[in-house]
């Protein structure tokens, strides 16, 4: 039997930081329409109305705009927050990029070349900027259309002129993406699987904040971010993380933009993470849980100036 939730996620429109006051998101449904709600399933009982309210209540006081992505396969748990709303992706696109990459060498069934790796390495553990452009110019936004298309990942629009940073991502396309980089599937390989949790699970610890915030110590955890700031609509800063451990087998995504901060928007992702993963693990001792570091770093990406 599978249990759902649906109620009311308030987004205050404004918030005074750093002393100045952010304006009303752009694009923001107007005061008599009805915000979008936070949607969760489960095939547990009490589970889904757990984390509807929770996903809520973490999200009552924040300013901007936030997606939420959630789905734990072992309780087949989902929970969805402006599913399909784009943010330009600023890092997470990384893991697409790799993916990509991955996907384009396994068609003529060939390895990595020893630069490829390294450049994916720094990419990925490091959010190397430079890493990342010298790939996508590799690539092509041609290859990058193909794996998106082979992913089903509709929604995701590359960015042009090179502007990785300004691919237009969304909740629905990166839960797919986790899910394929976490499951067997024809598009990506085991080895290229493992391959990509490697290396998100080696992400320097600067750059460890977000998703894997109050999950156990126990559980594994992977995770990209990003962050990227510009003249409309403030910081976007997001998160992706896939966990795995004590019973549970599940990815988070939260994407964010209008935040007065890069630390704003970090903040508002982990207290969505936190009840999360608490709602999850209920028993977890509070000594066991991930504390992300509390100085958050990520790469400057490259956008135009206007």
Known sequence: MTHRISLRARVLPAVIAAGMLVPVVAGAAPAAAAAP???????????????????????ATRSGTVAVGLHDRATNTTCTLRATTAYD??????????????????????????????LATAMITKSDN???????NQLGVTK????????????????????????????TDEQRLLSLITARNSVLSDNSRAYILKLMG?????????????????????????????????WRVHSIGTFKGGGHDYTISVLTDGNS???YGVNTIQA????????????????????????????????PQS
């Not at 709600?37 to 999200?59: E, F, N, P, Y």
């Not at 320097?204 to 109050?214: D, E």
């Open 272 to 303: 969505v993470s936190k009840v999360i993963h608490r709602d999850l693990f209920p028993t977890a001792p509070t000594a066991s849980l991930y504390k992300p570091t509390l100085t958050p770093r990520e790469a400057f990406v490259a956008v």
């Open 37 to 59: 709600q936070v949607s969760c399933t489960s095939g547990k009982a009490g589970l889904a109305a757990k984390l509807q309210r929770d996903i809520t209540a973490a999200l």
């Open 130 to 136: 430079a890493a990342t452009t010298s790939l996508w």
């Open 144 to 171: 990058v259309k193909g794996f998106l298309t082979a992913a089903g990942m509709t929604r995701t629009v590359p960015g042009s002129g090179g502007y990785w940073g300004l691919t237009r991502i969304n909740v």
């Open 89 to 118: 992706s600023a890092s997470v696109v990384k893991v697409t990029v790799l993916a990509t990459l991955l996907w384009d060498a396994r068609k003529t069934n060939r390895y990595l070349t020893a630069r490829e790796s390294s």
């Open 261 to 263: 901060t890069m630390n």
């Open 202 to 234: 080696q992400v320097v610890t600067s750059q460890r904040w977000g998703t894997p915030a109050g999950a156990p110590s126990s559980v594994s955890k992977q995770v990209k971010n990003g962050w990227l700031q510009r003249a409309t609509r403030g």
